[in-house]
T-cell receptor
Framework: QQPVQSPQAVILREGEDAVINCSSS?????VHWYRQKHGEAPVFLMI?????EQKGHEKISASFNEKKQQSSLYLTASQLSYSGTYFC????????????FGTGTSLTVIP | DVKVTQSSRYLVKRTGEKVFLECVQD?????MFWYRQDPGLGLRLIYF???????EKGDIPEGYSVSREKKERFSLILESASTNQTSMYLC???????????????FGPGTRLTVL
């Protein structure tokens, strides 16, 4: 049930772009993206719903391919503040106990 | 700003003890969640509650129970703590969301529990 994220880790220089992928074996109602900095709680980035509705961060974009049960998070012109671990969360049913986070992607931005 | 608070940042308990972890949110959210976070495993849902006294098991409920007597408070109970329950425990709350069950989840700072 847990979605698979790739890559597991990535190191970027400031200004470079990155893509983080999230793939599920189940049909998805929605995909959520969170970022967690070391020693802090996860913070919401985006929600993507079936049918194309999105809600979230102005400077970060994401896509949701319902047919392939995949989502991708696009980080463009990365900044030092983008460093952290990114988690996708997937809803595979219409009850709250069917929410699964991926294992995370560690992103490090260096000067 | 939404605030989710957890009763302790660090907790050390002995095997067999009964452990209570408390979570309080101040945004009148219907949904509340308990997760545990372990290296390499991400966040795994233990229990979910969508209303007072209503709860649903998550992915890993074994060895845990929960209580929600008031809307703002969601407690996680380890009936008899074991060493494999040593972990970071995170509480979250959210509104429901049209088209999905959960809107933005707001997380508390976490409780790092060590069971000796």
């Amino acid at each position: 049930q847990q979605p698979v994220q790739s890559p597991q880790a990535v190191i970027l220089r400031e200004g470079e772009d990155a893509v983080i992928n999230c793939s599920s074996s189940k049909a998805l109602y929605s995909v959520h993206w969170y970022r967690q900095k070391h020693g802090e709680a996860p913070v919401f980035l985006m929600i993507l719903l079936k049918g194309g509705e999105q809600k979230g961060h102005e400077k970060i974009s994401a896509s949701f391919n319902e047919k392939k049960q995949q989502s991708s998070l696009y980080l463009t012109a990365s900044q030092l503040s983008y460093s952290g671990t990114y988690f996708c969360g997937t809803e595979i049913g219409n009850t709250g106990n069917q929410f699964y986070f991926g294992t995370g992607t560690s992103l490090t931005v260096i000067p | 700003d939404v605030k989710v608070t957890q009763s302790s940042r660090y907790l050390v308990k002995r095997t067999g003890e009964k452990v209570f972890l408390e979570c309080v949110q101040d945004m009148d959210h219907e949904n509340m969640f308990w997760y545990r976070q372990d290296p390499g495993l991400g966040l795994r849902l233990i229990y979910f509650s969508y209303d007072v006294k209503m709860k649903e098991k998550g992915d890993i409920p074994e060895g845990y129970s929960v209580s929600r007597e008031k809307k703002e408070r969601f407690s996680l109970i380890l009936e008899s703590a074991s060493t494999n329950q040593t972990s970071m425990y995170l509480c979250a709350s959210s509104f429901p969301y049209t088209g999905a069950v959960t809107d933005t989840q707001y997380f508390g700072p976490g409780t790092r529990l060590t069971v000796l």
